[in-house]
């Protein structure tokens, strides 16, 4: 299978989170994310979704849960990351200024993939997380 990339070959290895930012960036081109608690679990129990992103910085330790139990019990892969903020700017939950900086950022304590776009890099640099953690478990 062809895999097309915007970075350039023979850089360094993606880690994780360029990966998901990556994967949420080609998603939102396609209107593949669903974003903020309510409709993420909408998207988790329907089963609609391929990927979950939950912000471990949310006030609400029973949203952590909540999302964790959904993504567990569907076999939903889920990945953590520290900032509610981040993820808002990821998932363009923000206003982009002439310079191109995200301004006036909103929290967003959970999002879902359910559709990633076109194939990328980043897209296998995630998976293969996943297969490691399998792996070990």
Do not use: Y
């Not at 290895?13 to 974003?35: C, F, H, Q, S, Y």
């Not at 808002?88 to 776009?117: H, M, P, Q, T, Y």
């Amino acid at each position: 299978k062809a895999v097309v990339s915007t970075q350039s070959t023979g850089a360094e290895p993606m880690d994780l989170m360029d990966a998901l930012r990556e994967t949420l960036k080609n998603a939102l081109i396609v209107d593949g994310v669903t974003k903020g608690l309510r409709e993420s679990v909408k998207k988790l129990d329907k089963r609609e979704a391929l990927l979950c992103v939950l912000a471990e910085s949310t006030d609400e330790k029973n949203i952590l849960k909540l999302v964790e139990a959904l993504c567990r019990e569907h076999n939903i892969n889920l990945i953590k990351i520290d900032d509610a903020k981040k993820l808002g700017e990821w998932v363009g939950l923000c206003k982009i200024d002439k310079e191109g900086n995200a301004r006036k950022v909103v929290r967003c304590s959970c999002a879902v993939v359910s559709n990633f776009g076109r194939e990328s890099i980043a897209n296998e640099v995630i998976n293969d997380h996943f297969k490691r953690t399998v792996a070990a478990e």
